[in-house]
C-alpha cells in the first residue's frame, strides 16, 4: 500500500524551530519528487517545498532561507528542517509524493505546526 505518514509537529514560539518527517512506504524515494504543502485554516493550500529525485529542491519565497527539505532514501523519509518560524507559518502541514500521485492538502492526516507570537 502506498502511504505517507507526517509527524513533528507541535507547537512553539516564533523564532522556534522544528522539523518535520514523512515517511514513506509503498514505493521509493529515488523514484519519486517528494515534498511538502501546508493549509492555513480559511486559506488555500500552498506548496511550500520540493526535493526532486537528483536532489534540487524548490521553496516557496514565503520560506526561503528558513526551510530546508531533505530526504533519507534508506529510512524512506523526507524532511523538513524549519527555523526562524513565525506565527503566518501556522498550519497543517502534509507530505507530497509525485510519483504515486499524493500531491497536495488533505489526503492524509498532515502534521500540525502552530506558532505563537
Known amino acids: 500500500e502506498v502511504q505517507v505518514v507526517e509527524s513533528g509537529g507541535g507547537s512553539v514560539q516564533a523564532g522556534g524551530s522544528l522539523r518535520l518527517s514523512c515517511l514513506a512506504s509503498?514505493?521509493?524515494?529515488?523514484?519519486?519528487?517528494m515534498g511538502w504543502y501546508r493549509q492555513a485554516p480559511g486559506k488555500e493550500c500552498e506548496l511550500v517545498s520540493t526535493?526532486?529525485?537528483?536532489?534540487?529542491?524548490y521553496y516557496a519565497d514565503s520560506v526561503r532561507g528558513r526551510f530546508t527539505i531533505s530526504q533519507d532514501d534508506a529510512k524512506s523519509t523526507v524532511y523538513l528542517q524549519m527555523k526562524s518560524l513565525k506565527p503566518e507559518d501556522t498550519a497543517v502541514y502534509y507530505c507530497?509524493?509525485?510519483?504515486?500521485?499524493?500531491?497536495?492538502?488533505?489526503y492524509g492526516q498532515g502534521t500540525q505546526v502552530i506558532v505563537t507570537s
Open positions: 507530497s509524493a509525485a510519483r504515486v500521485g499524493l500531491v497536495g492538502c488533505g
Open positions: 526535493i526532486t529525485s537528483d536532489g534540487l529542491t
Open positions: 509503498g514505493f521509493t524515494l529515488d523514484d519519486s519528487d
